[in-house]
């Protein structure tokens, strides 16, 4: 049931002054459609359909695969005077499938001169006259990239997870309070903060529509992912960076780099990180690297607070990709709609249509580009990276507990000295560490 004093987003845009995430909504007293009961005011942030127009923005992406590429295309779809100038990559035919995207759907061309190779290349890239940067390297590498682009004075859209290692994530910490200082803009790729249906429900959910939140679950379980068979030619670096998704000194393994978002989900509804947390997983079927391919984790936060974690790669089994939060007077699935108890629907989000019917409301892939250019040119700051810093670290700590089989502390892990990879200086060589499948606990005497 929608509320009936809904403001409708074309009178509002018509009354309204544009802000950095899109336009704050006026404030509503929301009642329970079950009691009649005044719950609170909820202000609905109303995200704008495209970036305000201004100075030109230049951009570089640095790791052209398929996020980067997609990345850059979403970026050029968010608003005018946008462009993508120059671009960086370790392998020369990610430079090549990047410049031909480009061409193709958007007339793109880019000079050879802006086109950098060799696991340097950021560096050069960052010498190019531009304004912003695209990170979307494999995550390992995301810490010292995103620490280069502040230095250099960029604002950022970077791909989560911001790191795979504690020293990464506070790392991206500290420089995120530097790029605050310096007025630069971040976002970071955790697109349900900027999905339209999210921040409807969640403003509800903060005026106490289904009271104080109790517990959590989050959910991603999916069928395998994807993996690549070493070819003839490649090196032990090369065969790993293209198939890093199964490497955990590359990706954070997978409840890192995929199920963060619905941990980030947890965390930006409850207002704050877990405490510690109790896992458990294994690796059953995943035919590369050494990551898992199951976990499951309890974390709890302040006030005994649950969250119960779970995700899972691995074919022919239950999927679910969702979120459930409970509060003292009801639940809700993040996403849609708000219950009470009982399972009367108390609110349910409704997209926007055209005058045909169809859904106006944007892909979050392209919103959080139009929040991010918007930011910039009107001058309200976002800054993202710390709060997603402090979700990729949420969880590191449910993966370092279900490596160990030990119970794993957020004191635990701002302090730990951990850090993933090889040591040294990268080349496509030879990798100068073993890769070891951790196994919780000891073998039975």
């Not at 019917?357 to 979050?364: A, F, Q, R």
Request: glycine share 8%; charged share 20%.
């Amino acid at each position: 049931m929608k509320p009936s004093n809904k403001t409708s987003r074309r009178n509002f845009l018509e009354k309204s002054a544009i802000g950095a995430l899109g336009v704050i909504g006026a404030s509503q007293i929301v009642k329970s459609c079950t009691t009649g009961e005044s719950v609170g005011a909820v202000t609905v942030p109303e995200i704008l359909k495209t970036a305000v127009d201004g100075q030109p923005i230049r951009a570089g992406v640095v790791g052209c695969g398929g996020r980067g590429s997609g990345a850059a295309i979403n970026f050029l779809d968010a608003g005018p005077k946008l462009s993508i100038v120059a671009i960086a990559d370790v392998f020369q035919d990610r430079i090549d499938g990047i410049r031909t995207k480009l061409k193709d759907e958007k007339g793109v061309e880019l000079p050879d001169a802006n086109c950098f190779t060799g696991f340097d290349a950021y560096k050069r890239l960052l010498e190019v006259d531009l304004d912003l940067v695209i990170l979307a390297t494999p995550p390992f590498f995301r810490p010292e990239h995103f620490q280069a682009c502040v230095a250099a004075r960029k604002h950022v859209f970077m791909e989560k997870p911001v790191a795979v290692d504690p020293v990464g994530a506070r790392a991206v910490m500290a420089a995120s309070k530097q790029a605050e200082a310096a007025g630069l803009c971040v976002v970071t790729g955790t697109q349900r903060r900027h999905s339209w249906n999210y921040n409807n429900v969640l403003a509800r959910v903060k005026a106490g529509m289904m009271g104080d939140i109790v517990a959590t679950n989050v959910y991603w379980n999916q069928n395998k992912l994807w993996h690549r068979e070493k070819q003839a030619g490649w090196t032990e670096m090369e065969f790993m960076l293209r198939d890093w998704v199964n490497w955990t000194w590359l990706s954070g393994d997978h409840i890192v780099e995929q199920h963060v978002h619905n941990i980030d989900v947890s965390n930006w509804f409850v207002g704050s990180h877990p405490l510690e947390a109790v896992g458990m997983g294994s690796r059953l079927r995943r035919p590369t690297g050494d990551c898992y391919d199951n976990f499951s984790v309890d974390f709890i936060y302040d006030k005994s607070v649950h969250m119960n974690s779970m995700c899972r790669q691995i074919n022919d089994c239950a999927t679910s990709v969702s979120e459930f939060i409970r509060g003292t007077k009801g639940y809700t699935n993040g996403k849609s709609a708000i219950w009470d108890a009982e399972g009367n629907m108390l609110y349910e989000y409704i997209a926007p249509v055209d005058e045909a019917g169809e859904s106006t409301m944007n892909s979050p892939y392209v919103q959080e580009h139009i929040d991010l250019v918007t930011a910039i040119r009107t001058g309200n700051q976002i800054v993202e990276a710390e709060e997603t810093a402090k979700s990729v670290l949420t969880a590191i700590m449910g993966r370092e507990s279900a490596y160990t089989g030990k119970k794993v502390t957020w004191e635990e892990m701002m302090g730990s000295d951990l850090v993933l990879g090889p040591k040294g200086e990268l080349a496509l060589g030879p990798v100068d560490f073993k890769a070891v499948i951790p196994i919780a606990g000891s073998a039975a005497e």
